[in-house]
């Protein structure tokens, strides 16, 4: 065969074969965390740190792969060195001039036993319509929005030797439609509740990096969104709510196995950047109900950066096969320049009596984690609690362990039905980021995610950790049915409650009097959703649609005095409305 002609062959037929699933693909991500419950995959990784480097630490070598993300590469490769596909049919998969036109196989360039390696990823489509006001997290540089939204990400894979390289652009477009102004706005952070009155767009390097791999160890630089902690929904320290962050990262690519168990680790130390419209007027231009002025794009922070240092580290007992034990520490600081040493903040004292610090210049997040996953059973518990704000001593932490607390805990549970490959799945997660009894005494008006120094733990914009942002309280549960042809269908339902702290610390207005009787304080701003969702492979194509209804209760915290009231409460701007997703994946 002509070279020529059969460079271009290959490249044609370059398919996803990637070596991790970036964070928030939530198809592929899900399927191989769930063959830990299905008994596909073993129980060596903990899922906890993310992403993760298939081809080193699982048995999904082809993670991207539809029929079997399991197969063994080692008889998948034919002597063009192009991946066979189990698919069978009339053209040869076999043949690199028959796999150029099969678009929707998992194919990729593979020499030297995997040393050399070349890939397309998959095109990635989201389009998000929300109706009346801004609803939905973990979506990476998507933003609060009214109006139509879509997001759109391709990119390439490239390995040499032990040099591994990712290009994965992102973009974003949103109407960015107008709605009402809250009350007042969250001190302390740099989290806009609308990005400007006019269309909002966004350009990044995505899940882009370059690393220079060994077996166990990672290094290098990237833009990649991280996962650290359990949770599918919600995470406390970092999740893929925010745009992915320029970062140094010496990480774990499998787990380290020891006497006592297996270890997995990352730390990083990166650049965050403001959201461009960071500082915005708080005080309220109307009084009654109480209105804030719109918030307007501002240059006064393009330049400036904010520091961010953090290490999650990941442990499983060798004695307690499928239980997960982790811990992740976050620390921000002053920084305009980015250098390794900065990496060496995650070492420093943890309790203030022996870091010396006051808290002022520095802010860090903690939380510890489990996850038991029980295999026999199909089933997988978690758990995760954080403290926002360093303790003075030790005492000091355990005698009030509530103070700054959030924690995120929930379950899984999977039951395989008479037809082979069919399953039902239930569950359910909660994340509590509202705060205690103890920050009305000892630090009140504080909330997680807020701090002083540098707008927050944000970046463009958005947390970092659980999307439901400072004072927020999310409760999910969902009945899944998943069938062949990665068929599933799902009804999930969701209470949201928005930022209690703002309810309880900086809205005295809303005890109204009704009626001479009593005062109101009923107005807890609540979304209660449905969603009802299918998923379903065609051709090359993953396709993931949804519709949700909301009902909201007290939007923004207001009343409607259009509305009779009675000696109880006088009715709040109340809505039923739907808000629509689709995602498409394809494989180029």
């Given at each position: 065969?002509?070279?020529?002609?059969?460079?271009?062959?290959?490249?044609?037929?370059l398919k996803a074969g990637a070596q991790s699933i970036p964070v928030g693909m939530t198809f592929y991500e899900d399927r191989v965390r769930m063959a830990q419950l299905t008994g596909e995959q073993p129980l060596s990784v903990s899922y906890c740190i993310r992403p993760v480097h298939h081809s080193y630490a699982t048995n999904a070598k082809m993670p991207f792969a539809h029929d079997n993300p399991f197969a063994d590469l080692s008889q998948s490769f034919n002597k063009y060195g192009l991946?066979?596909?189990?698919?069978?049919?009339?053209?040869?998969?076999?043949?690199?001039?028959?796999?150029?036109?099969l678009p929707n196989l998992p194919l990729q360039v593979r020499y030297l036993k995997g040393a050399v390696q070349a890939v397309v990823l998959p095109a990635e489509v989201r389009v998000r319509y929300n109706t009346h006001h801004p609803y939905g997290w973990q979506d990476g540089p998507m933003v609060p929005n009214v109006g139509l939204q879509t997001f759109y990400s391709v990119g390439a894979y490239a390995k040499l030797g032990p040099f591994e390289g990712q290009f994965r652009p992102e973009?974003?477009?949103?109407?960015?439609?107008?709605?009402?102004?809250?009350?007042?706005?969250?001190?302390?952070?740099?989290?806009?509740?609308?990005?400007?009155?006019?269309?909002?767009?966004?350009?990044?390097?995505?899940?882009?990096?370059?690393?220079?791999?060994?077996?166990?160890?990672?290094?290098?630089?990237?833009?990649?969104?991280?996962?650290?902690?359990?949770?599918?929904?919600?995470?406390?320290?970092?999740?893929?709510?925010?745009?992915?962050?320029?970062?140094?990262?010496?990480?774990?690519?499998?787990?380290?196995?020891?006497?006592?168990?297996?270890?997995?680790?990352?730390?990083?130390?990166?650049?965050?950047?403001?959201?461009?419209?960071?500082?915005?007027?708080?005080?309220?231009?109307?009084?009654?109900?109480?209105?804030?002025?719109?918030?307007?794009?501002?240059?006064?922070?393009?330049?400036?950066?904010?520091?961010?240092?953090?290490?999650?580290?990941?442990?499983?007992?060798?004695?307690?096969?499928?239980?997960?034990?982790?811990?992740?520490?976050?620390?921000?600081?002053?920084?305009?320049?980015?250098?390794?040493?900065?990496?060496?903040?995650?070492?420093?004292?943890?309790?203030?009596?022996?870091?010396?610090?006051?808290?002022?210049?520095?802010?860090?997040?903690?939380?510890?984690?489990?996850?038991?996953?029980?295999?026999?059973?199909?089933?997988?518990?978690?758990?995760?609690?954080?403290?926002?704000?360093?303790?003075?001593?030790?005492?000091?932490?355990?005698?009030?362990?509530?103070?700054?607390?959030?924690?995120?805990?929930?379950?899984?549970?999977?039951?395989?039905?008479?037809?082979?490959?069919?399953?039902?799945?239930?569950?359910?997660?909660?994340?509590?980021?509202?705060?205690?009894?103890?920050?009305?005494?000892?630090?009140?008006?504080?909330?997680?995610?807020?701090?002083?120094?540098?707008?927050?733990?944000?970046?463009?914009?958005?947390?970092?950790?659980?999307?439901?942002?400072?004072?927020?309280?999310?409760?999910?549960?969902?009945?899944?049915?998943?069938?062949?042809?990665?068929?599933?269908?799902?009804?999930?339902?969701?209470?949201?409650?928005?930022?209690?702290?703002?309810?309880?610390?900086?809205?005295?207005?809303?005890?109204?009097?009704?009626?001479?009787?009593?005062?109101?304080?009923?107005?807890?701003?609540?979304?209660?959703?449905?969603?009802?969702?299918?998923?379903?492979?065609?051709?090359?194509?993953?396709?993931?649609?949804?519709?949700?209804?909301?009902?909201?209760?007290?939007?923004?915290?207001?009343?409607?005095?259009?509305?009779?009231?009675?000696?109880?409460?006088?009715?709040?701007?109340?809505?039923?409305?739907?808000?629509?997703?689709?995602?498409?994946?394809?494989?180029?």
């Amino acid at each position: 065969m002509n070279p020529y002609r059969f460079l271009v062959l290959s490249l044609l037929a370059l398919k996803a074969g990637a070596q991790s699933i970036p964070v928030g693909m939530t198809f592929y991500e899900d399927r191989v965390r769930m063959a830990q419950l299905t008994g596909e995959q073993p129980l060596s990784v903990s899922y906890c740190i993310r992403p993760v480097h298939h081809s080193y630490a699982t048995n999904a070598k082809m993670p991207f792969a539809h029929d079997n993300p399991f197969a063994d590469l080692s008889q998948s490769f034919n002597k063009y060195g192009l991946l066979r596909d189990s698919t069978k049919g009339s053209i040869n998969a076999g043949n690199p001039e028959d796999a150029a036109l099969l678009p929707n196989l998992p194919l990729q360039v593979r020499y030297l036993k995997g040393a050399v390696q070349a890939v397309v990823l998959p095109a990635e489509v989201r389009v998000r319509y929300n109706t009346h006001h801004p609803y939905g997290w973990q979506d990476g540089p998507m933003v609060p929005n009214v109006g139509l939204q879509t997001f759109y990400s391709v990119g390439a894979y490239a390995k040499l030797g032990p040099f591994e390289g990712q290009f994965r652009p992102e973009q974003t477009f949103a109407q960015n439609k107008a709605f009402d102004q809250p009350p007042v706005r969250q001190v302390g952070i740099d989290m806009p509740d609308h990005f400007g009155q006019e269309p909002f767009s966004y350009q990044g390097w995505g899940q882009s990096y370059l690393k220079f791999n060994t077996k166990q160890v990672g290094l290098g630089v990237s833009t990649e969104n991280l996962w650290w902690g359990p949770g599918h929904y919600n995470s406390l320290l970092m999740t893929n709510n925010a745009p992915g962050f320029f970062h140094l990262t010496a990480h774990s690519n499998k787990p380290i196995k020891t006497f006592a168990g297996a270890i997995e680790f990352q730390a990083v130390s990166g650049l965050l950047s403001y959201s461009g419209f960071y500082p915005y007027g708080l005080a309220t231009t109307q009084f009654w109900p109480w209105v804030t002025a719109p918030i307007e794009r501002t240059t006064d922070l393009d330049n400036q950066r904010k520091g961010f240092t953090g290490l999650a580290v990941n442990f499983q007992p060798k004695m307690f096969p499928g239980l997960y034990v982790g811990a992740n520490r976050a620390i921000m600081t002053t920084a305009d320049s980015l250098t390794i040493g900065s990496l060496a903040e995650i070492f420093r004292p943890i309790l203030k009596n022996v870091s010396g610090e006051d808290g002022g210049e520095r802010n860090q997040l903690v939380s510890i984690y489990l996850r038991y996953v029980m295999p026999e059973s199909h089933a997988e518990f978690y758990v995760e609690f954080g403290r926002e704000d360093a303790a003075w001593d030790f005492e000091d932490l355990v005698s009030d362990i509530n103070h700054t607390r959030a924690y995120m805990m929930g379950f899984r549970k999977m039951t395989p039905m008479k037809k082979p490959g069919n399953w039902l799945m239930l569950e359910y997660e909660m994340t509590e980021i509202a705060q205690g009894l103890s920050s009305t005494a000892r630090a009140y008006n504080y909330s997680w995610y807020t701090h002083p120094l540098n707008g927050g733990y944000t970046h463009a914009g958005q947390v970092l950790g659980a999307g439901i942002g400072p004072g927020g309280a999310l409760q999910t549960g969902a009945l899944s049915w998943l069938g062949s042809k990665d068929k599933k269908l799902t009804l999930r339902l969701e209470r949201y409650e928005h930022n209690r702290e703002t309810y309880y610390y900086r809205l005295p207005y809303i005890q109204y009097p009704v009626g001479g009787t009593f005062r109101d304080i009923s107005k807890r701003w609540v979304d209660l959703s449905a969603f009802l969702s299918y998923q379903q492979r065609f051709y090359g194509f993953i396709i993931q649609a949804q519709v949700q209804m909301m009902q909201t209760w007290n939007f923004n915290w207001q009343f409607d005095f259009t509305q009779p009231g009675n000696a109880f409460r006088q009715p709040g701007q109340n809505s039923l409305t739907p808000q629509f997703n689709l995602n498409a994946i394809y494989r180029l």
